[in-house]
Nanobody, 124 residues
Framework: QVQLAQSGGGLVQTGGSLRLSCAVSGRTFNTYTMAWFRQAPGKEREFVAAISRSAGSTYYADSVKGRFTISGENAKNTVYLQMNSLEPEDTAIYYC?????????????????WGQGTRVTVSS
């Protein structure tokens, strides 16, 4: 059974930075494709970023491209989301997710395992 434990998040002002972490346990980390999603109040959960374990390729939503960076650290079985130049529109609960496949996907329905969620609030 795969478990994802998130940490990070919090309150930051516009233009600030935060880093989210997602520790994977239960299976070998680098056999999974990892992703970050977010859900703002009253909105659907949306794709943010993904990293394909097969080739280390990364994918981003247009809204975060150039500001967010997804990365993985195999030795720690952890994936990160570095968020820079944060905007109030980035306020949401962020979830990490794992997919038992070598290629990335942007649909939340393609991911079987989920972290507990962490709140990110960006004040204006």
């Amino acid at each position: 059974q795969v478990q994802l434990a998130q940490s990070g998040g919090g309150l930051v002002q516009t233009g600030g930075s935060l880093r989210l972490s997602c520790a994977v346990s239960g299976r070998t980390f680098n056999t999974y494709t990892m992703a970050w999603f977010r859900q703002a109040p009253g909105k659907e959960r949306e794709f943010v970023a993904a990293i394909s374990r097969s080739a280390g390729s990364t994918y981003y939503a247009d809204s975060v491209k150039g500001r967010f960076t997804i990365s993985g650290e195999n030795a720690k079985n952890t994936v990160y989301l570095q968020m820079n130049s944060l905007e109030p529109e980035d306020t949401a609960i962020y979830y990490c997710a794992a997919r038992d496949a070598y290629d990335a996907a942007r649909s939340r329905y393609e991911y079987r395992y989920w972290g507990q969620g962490t709140r990110v609030t960006v004040s204006s």
